[in-house]
């Protein structure tokens, strides 16, 4: 298990964090984002999706359709798990065709749904550290991100 843990002062260093894992992080992963309301995982979202080329602008919590799909250099699936009411109607959603896929898949409270998420994902843990600090710990389950992860220690220094 590859890990990261990442300061920020400010919402500059969040959107500084997305661009480096939206360049790092290969096709195909899913990302689990965890974090209490307000932590930050949409502002991170959109500086992951701005990174692939998607207008951020277009970057809003789904919260009424709950998965949105942003079409950057590379596709980028965008799905919020705080409305749904359990695994089952997650499931409904269809969401293994998203991470199966070949985009960037991004999940939003994704602590609630873990179960159906595959098991070879990178989790961002976002912690509120202050009023505008935030703490993020990276971690890469499974093979396949070792790359990535350098990448990022070297763009975050
Ligand atoms: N370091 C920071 N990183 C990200 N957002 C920050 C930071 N400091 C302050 N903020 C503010 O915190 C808020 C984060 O909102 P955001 O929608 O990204 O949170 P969220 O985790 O997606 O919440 P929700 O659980 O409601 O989906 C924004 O209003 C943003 O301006
Ligand atoms: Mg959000």
Known sequence: MNRLIHDVADESGTAALGAALGRALPNGTTVALCGTLGAGKTR??????EACGVDRRNVV??????IQEYHGRRPVYHI???RVRDEDDFEQLGPDEYFEGDGLTLVEWADRVEVCLPPDRVEVHIDV?????RRFEILALGAGYDDAIEQLRAALG
């Open 61 to 66: 919590s789904p919260t009424f359709v709950l």
């Open 44 to 49: 991170l979202v959109q500086a992951i999706a």
């Open 129 to 133: 550290t202050g009023p505008t600090s």
């Open 80 to 82: 919020d798990a705080y």
